[in-house]
């Protein structure tokens, strides 16, 4: 294959974004081992997530804007998955011997950097291989997601699992090393300048962040962008369950990370299925509705599994539901977002998601006495309130005053 083949410089792209966004997975997994191991109880481990997360979701808008704007843009991927490896390396060594202070400010270093690994860096993705069909792009870049969902925290449950010398220690140790892993990728990555790509003067940075008003003003980006934020803090209620979830139903808190994995091996066996098979008769958007319902539903059966064998088809059900839904919310914001404007929603909305994980791992942290059970029945209610407040503020065409229903791109 040529070395300036699409299908390679498409390759090496998902190779960046799938390590990089594995060890992204995995680090909330280990976080909450080290910790764990540690001292007995994730409430330390919920603060550190919490604190890089809120950085990362402040960051979302910065970041997008930033990387649409400097004529070199590679080099800020590579200072921020630089600045990520170090930040993991310094969680590895200072979980269980510094303060929680000092955990936090290495939690904001990785705040800073991460909203790059994720919608910053799908914002490369048209760039990097343009002659590739949008649909066939964006379809890989959404595999990555799953990928690294799948791998991210298997690996760093069977570090944990195998590690007997300083528990937890090698989980975050293998989080920094997928992190160094995607660095020495994306050296091999050819991401072309600004002036390659754009004709137009990058415009006054205020001006560039002016370009989010589309996320309101399209009624369709305004109701996904509502359910895949709000809902995605019953993802992190999800997410710190499952360590409790392994040590009550297994006795080894190794066994939760595991049963995540095993949903982002459902997720990604729901995107090869609806890349076979496309759902057409219902648009994009009406499908994040029906599907976070879905995903509500599920997370209330899983709060009642009597075993770790019974919670495997659950964990497996949630990833076929969820796998479609974030298709759609890609979908719909590709298909609203202007040129200008398209780095800073895809950045924007992943990180505004991030900010939203962290309130759904505080409350986990301060429902953690309560039991996993107590965090996944609260997980669902937060999902349920994400699709009742995504159509109270942007409701169905034909139902907001209109007397004409139409129907649009999203089948409404």
Same mark, same amino acid.
């Given at each position: ?11 090496? *792209? ?21 910790? $764990? ?99 066939? &792009? ?6 990555? *997601? ?106 080894? &808190? ?19 299925? $609806? &890349? ?5 008769? *219902? ?24 075993? $770790? ?104």
């Amino acid at each position: 294959m040529p070395a300036s083949s699409p299908g390679r410089r498409l390759a090496l *792209y998902a190779a960046v974004a799938a390590l990089g966004r594995m060890a992204g997975s995995g680090l909330p997994s280990a976080i909450l081992l080290g910790v $764990l191991a540690a001292s007995g109880t994730v409430g330390q481990g919920s603060v550190i997530i919490a604190t890089y997360t809120t950085i990362a979701a402040i960051m979302g808008p910065v970041s997008g804007a930033y990387v649409d704007r400097i004529e070199r843009p590679k080099r800020a991927y590579v200072a921020a998955l630089a600045s990520l490896c170090v930040s993991a390396a310094l969680l590895a060594t200072g979980i269980g011997r510094w303060p929680t202070g000092v955990l936090m400010v290495v939690a904001v270093l990785a705040g800073l950097s991460f909203p790059f690994v994720l919608g910053a860096w799908s914002a490369q993705l048209r760039r990097i291989a343009p002659e590739v069909e949008p649909a066939r &792009a964006y379809s890989v870049d959404v595999g990555t *997601y799953n990928i690294a969902d799948i791998a991210g925290p298997a690996i760093v449950g069977l570090a944990f699992i195998v590690d007997s010398a300083v528990p937890g220690a090698s989980s975050l140790e293998a989080v920094t090393a997928l992190f160094l892993v995607a660095l020495v990728a994306l050296l091999l990555v050819r991401v072309p300048p600004r002036s390659a790509t754009h004709v137009d003067l990058p415009q006054p940075f205020v001006r560039s962040l002016s370009a989010l008003s589309v996320m309101w003003t399209s009624l369709s980006l305004r109701r996904v962008t509502v359910i895949s934020v709000v809902g995605y803090a019953a993802i992190g209620c999800y997410v710190v369950s499952m360590p409790l979830l392994g040590l009550d139903l297994a006795g080894d &808190a190794g066994y939760g990370p595991l049963v995540l994995a095993l949903t982002a091996c459902g997720a990604l066996v729901g995107s090869i299925l $609806l &890349a076979r098979r496309p759902i057409r008769r *219902y648009g994009p958007g009406s499908l994040v509705v029906v599907l976070s319902c879905g995903m509500a539903l599920l997370y209330a059966v899983m709060a009642v599994a009597p075993s $770790l064998i019974a919670a495997v088809p659950i964990a497996l059900a949630i990833g076929l539901v969820e796998a479609p839904a974030l298709s759609g919310v890609m979908q719909v914001r590709d298909r609203e977002s202007t040129p200008s404007s398209r780095a800073m929603v895809f950045s924007t909305g992943s990180s505004m998601k991030v900010g939203a994980f962290a309130v759904g791992s505080l409350i986990a942290g301060a429902l953690a006495g309560e039991g996993w059970r107590v965090i996944l029945v609260v997980g669902a209610a937060i999902q349920v309130v994400a699709v009742v407040l995504a159509l109270v503020l942007a409701p169905p065409r034909g139902r907001s005053g209109s007397s004409v229903t139409t129907v649009g791109a999203d089948g409404e």
